[in-house]
């Protein structure tokens, strides 16, 4: 098993930044692909971005592209956001993913969750 743990949203005005941080416990050699999902109110869960633990490979979804960057601490077991930019339209859940087997862009492929932390940005 795999517990994530995510910290760093709150409340930002639209073109702040905010930083979120993800920290991996127990099995953690298993971990191929660590990401970000988020959920607004009366919505599905979407992918937002992706990193491949090994090589660090990134992917983003064309939303979030040259406004958030994902990047990771391999010695911390650590993944984090980094979000600039920021639009009302990105306030929402987010949740850190540990995937399984399956495609990177889909809920269906995520092994673990955690438990989410919310991001709000006020116009």
């Known amino acids: 098993q795999v517990q994530l743990v995510e910290s760093g949203g709150g409340l930002v005005q639209a073109g702040g930044s905010l930083r979120l941080s993800c920290a991996a416990s127990?099995?953690?050699?298993?971990?191929?692909?660590m990401g970000w999902f988020r959920q607004a109110p009366g919505k599905e869960r979407e992918f937002v971005a992706a990193?491949?633990?090994?090589?660090?490979?990134?992917y983003y979804a064309d939303s979030v592209k040259g406004r958030f960057t994902i990047s990771r601490d391999n010695a911390k077991n650590t993944v984090y956001l980094q979000m600039n930019s920021l639009k009302p339209e990105d306030t929402a859940g987010y949740y850190c993913?540990?995937?399984?087997?399956?495609?990177?862009?889909?809920?269906?492929?995520?092994?673990?969750w955690g438990q989410g932390t919310q991001v709000t940005v006020s116009s």
């Open positions: 127990g099995r953690t050699s298993s971990i191929n692909f």
């Open positions: 990193i491949y633990w090994g090589g660090g490979n990134t």
């Open positions: 993913a540990s995937y399984g087997i399956g495609s990177i862009y889909h809920t269906r492929s995520v092994a673990h």
